[in-house]
């Protein structure tokens, strides 16, 4: 069992920054593949952000690329995801989930292929 908890939501102005960190327990984090997804107010949990465990790979949704970058600290347990160039359309509350990776560069881009989620932070960008 892995437990996941988020911090680092807020309330921002666009053009802002935040960075959301995820604290993982449980199992060994390091054979962890690793993601952020967002679910904003009547609409879907979509994908934000991958890495693998080793943090050699890397995967971005079109619409963050080049403003979010996900990053990970093995020794700490924990992943990352810093938010530059905040729109307003990235208000949502950013989850991040886990799951046993097959390599070490393996990452995923799916709600289902992911075993373990955490309770969310809510991140607003104000216009």
């Known amino acids: 069992q892995v437990q996941l908890v988020e911090s680092g939501g807020g309330l921002v102005q666009a053009g802002g920054s935040l960075r959301l960190s995820c604290a993982a327990s449980?199992?060994?984090?390091?054979?962890?593949?690793m993601g952020w997804f967002r679910q904003a107010p009547g609409k879907e949990r979509e994908f934000v952000a991958a890495?693998?465990?080793?943090?050699?790979?890397?995967y971005y949704a079109d619409s963050v690329k080049g403003r979010f970058t996900i990053s990970r600290d093995n020794a700490k347990n924990t992943v990352y995801l810093l938010m530059n160039s905040l729109k307003p359309e990235d208000t949502a509350v950013y989850y991040c989930?886990?799951?046993?990776?097959?390599?070490?560069?393996?990452?995923?881009?799916?709600?289902?292929?992911?075993?373990?989620w955490g309770q969310g932070t809510q991140v607003t960008v104000s216009s």
């Open positions: 449980g199992r060994t984090f390091s054979n962890y593949a």
């Open positions: 890495i693998s465990w080793s943090g050699s790979s890397t």
């Open positions: 989930a886990a799951r046993p990776a097959a390599y070490s560069y393996s990452y995923y881009l799916s709600r289902s292929d992911y075993n373990y």
